[in-house]
């Protein structure tokens, strides 16, 4: 099995973000981009909870000592996440922005649906099985953490973010160069509840068909409550779900700033061949490297050290 336990061990960060001066459109001159990215902070603080929680369910069932070790630090990476992402909700009040409505449909999606009762229906859960119904999230997970570890590796080889405010930045780039650190557990995790290969390759690529329409959506509905709200976003504010994707396209392609939905629908087909492994989407050392100079990790070890001094 491949782990990244077999390359180091994975483990919690101590980062510190100061998210109280952080300008409405953080990339400047481009309202699209920065609202999109501002969409983490709507969805991951429920989402990575929920990773958290489903995870924990999963580790006795887990046989193997390496891959063990790389969920438990996976729990501690994705905790850590959604902290970080809930702390930055601050800067939706700051500027005005109303999206606790968006962030409570968040919290039905993944404590309710994806919940321990399957939709939220208590009977489901003796009709799916409860085992059966641990693997299909482990799926989900699995599925969700494909994107954000290519997107993680999109975010390691851009550029583009250099002018962008330094704060946001970094949180992007912190938290998605410990996605493509930890990129292969999710997948090795989800692997490990199948006793055959066949039944795994159904259930992945069964899931796949599915996840990705239905996170496009969630996260450009995302955008959208923002821009709706943001008066300085011009022609943007008002525009449907086709035309504002056309529109991220466009000026993904021009500016890098987001990945484009080209890029992430290619990473959509490579994972429906039998040989796919995450393991083939990043490159870990990089990550490191990242994690290494970020800015809010040297900052909160510094801060560490002048305590214990």
């Given at each position: 099995m491949t782990t990244m336990s077999q390359v180091h061990q994975l483990h919690g960060r101590?980062?510190?973000?100061?998210?109280?001066?952080?300008?409405?459109?953080?990339?400047?001159?481009?309202?699209?981009?920065?609202?999109?990215?501002?969409?983490?902070?709507?969805?991951?603080?429920?989402?990575?909870f929920w990773f958290c929680r489903v995870f924990n369910k999963a580790l006795p069932f887990?046989?193997?000592?390496?891959l063990k070790a790389d969920v438990k630090g996976f729990i501690q990476q994705e905790a850590i996440h959604g902290r970080t992402h809930q702390h930055a909700q601050v800067y939706f009040d700051q500027h005005g922005l109303d999206v606790k409505p968006f962030i409570q449909r968040m919290h039905y999606l993944f404590e309710i649906l994806l919940g321990e009762n399957p939709v939220g229906i208590k009977m489901m859960k003796k009709v799916v099985g409860e085992k059966r119904w641990l693997i299909f999230r482990l799926g989900v997970i699995a599925a969700i953490?494909?994107?954000?570890?290519?997107?993680?590796?999109?975010?390691?080889?851009?550029?583009?973010?250099?002018?962008?405010?330094?704060?946001?930045?970094?949180?992007?780039?912190?938290h998605l160069a410990e996605e493509v650190e930890h990129r292969t557990v999710a997948y090795d995790l989800f692997?490990?509840?199948f006793?055959?290969?066949?039944?795994?390759?159904?259930?992945?690529?069964?899931?796949?068909?599915?996840?990705?329409?239905?996170?496009?959506a969630v996260w450009v509905e995302g955008g959208k409550t923002i821009l709706k709200q943001d008066k300085d976003a011009g022609k943007f504010r008002?525009?449907?779900?086709?035309?504002?994707?056309?529109?991220?396209?466009?000026?993904?392609?021009?500016?890098d700033h987001i990945p484009t939905f080209s890029h992430l629908t290619l990473a959509t087909i490579r994972w429906f061949s039998p040989k796919f492994h995450p393991v083939q989407e990043g490159n870990t050392q990089q990550a490191l490297d990242y994690l290494a100079r970020s800015?809010?990790?040297?900052?909160?070890?510094?801060?560490?050290t002048l305590k214990m001094a």
């Open positions: 101590k980062v510190k973000f100061d998210f109280n001066h952080i300008p409405k459109h953080w990339i400047e001159n481009d309202p699209v981009s920065t609202h999109m990215l501002n969409t983490a902070h709507m969805i991951l603080p429920a989402g990575e887990v046989k193997d000592e390496q953490e494909h994107y954000t570890g290519v997107a993680g590796q999109w975010s390691l080889d851009n550029t583009s973010l250099d002018k962008a405010d330094p704060i946001m930045a970094d949180l992007f780039r912190w692997k490990h509840m006793e055959s290969e066949f039944n795994f390759q159904i259930s992945k690529n069964a899931l796949m068909t599915f996840i990705f329409p239905i996170m496009a008002h525009m449907g779900t086709l035309r504002l994707i056309m529109q991220m396209e466009k000026i993904s392609r021009k500016t800015p809010s990790a040297l900052r909160a070890e510094q801060e560490a």
